[in-house]
């Protein structure tokens, strides 16, 4: 059990690091109701959650002749809440088994919780200016609460201006190659926007454009190194699409059947986004690990309380 952490480390957290945390909740929260939004509970396990797009260990419990997986994301449910109502979110409890070559990237936790919203009929631009006036009004509060505070923890601390910068995706990997989402945001000083991923570097759920090869989609990048924030887009909703997608991705048709036969009812377009909230205090507080920005972070590789 040497991998075995003690209490003290699931408790090395700064009070005042969680005080901004739970400010930031509280003002994005309050945001979102003023737009119209409801808060809708967290699903925590569920026969269908995210395939994701990368492999991690699997989290499942058997229960009966069935078996539930622990939520990686809620985008699911957030689609199918989609028939009920227009504007949602929810503060969702993920758990992502990593592997433990991501241990030391200061950006991983194997149980996070992301403020995931969903919109019916909307396009990634609204979600985008959503999340920008969102931030903007999390980040002037804070300001305005934690002002010196805050900056003693975080010389680099702005409000930061809109619209973000928008960079293309295929562009940046051409003009920096490969780790150009790391020379990118060790460059910026202002949170930007990744967009058009190409299909092969996301899940099957976000929309393909017309052109057949990248999505019309987004990641929210922060400046100063901290690297991605957010992941989002538009949705595909229709039945063969979804389909053709998961083929063409090898996802386990069978697996989610339960989302299938749902989306073969019919399921409303949308778009949405997740925004990691370890991440963001990590950014605010301007701290060089995660594990900082949370009590009882779990890393992965790590047992921990
Ligand atoms: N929450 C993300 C989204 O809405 C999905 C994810 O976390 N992979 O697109």
Known sequence: MDKLKSVEEGLKVKKEVLEISSELISSM???????????????????????????VFEANIEYYDGRYS?????????QL???IHPKIFSFSPN???????????????????QLDLEMREATRDDVMSLVEKMLINAFENLEEKFGTLLREMNPYFSVPETPFERVKYLE?????????????????????????I???????????????????????????GFGEASSGGEREYEYE???????YKG?????????????????????GCGIGIERLTRFVCNLEDVKSARLFAKRPGELSI
């Not at 509970?41 to 026969?47: D, H, T």
């Not at 990997?173 to 058009?196: H, M, N």
């Not at 570097?201 to 989609?217: H, M, P, W």
């Not at 996802?251 to 778009?271: F, Q, R, T």
């Open 29 to 55: 929260g309050q945001f979102l109701r003023r737009k119209g939004f409801i808060e809708i509970l967290p699903v925590i396990i569920s026969p269908i959650t995210d395939p994701l797009n990368h492999s």
């Open 70 to 78: 622990l939520t990686k994301s809620m985008i699911f449910h957030k």
């Open 81 to 83: 809440a989609m028939r």
């Open 95 to 113: 758990i992502r088994l990593e592997t433990e070559d991501k241990k030391d990237s200061g950006r991983h936790l194997i149980e996070f919780t």
């Open 172 to 196: 940046a990997l051409e003009k920096y190659g490969s780790d150009f989402e790391s020379v990118l945001s060790k460059r910026a000083t202002q949170p930007f926007w990744l967009i058009d």
């Open 198 to 224: 190409p299909i092969d570097d996301r899940e099957f759920y976000d929309k393909l454009d017309s052109n057949g090869k990248t999505l019309r989609d987004m990641d929210l990048i922060y400046p100063y």
């Open 241 to 247: 699409n979804i389909i053709r997608r998961m083929k």
């Open 251 to 271: 996802n386990d048709l069978e697996s989610m059947k339960w989302y299938l036969e749902e989306v073969k009812k019919g399921i409303p377009p949308s778009a």
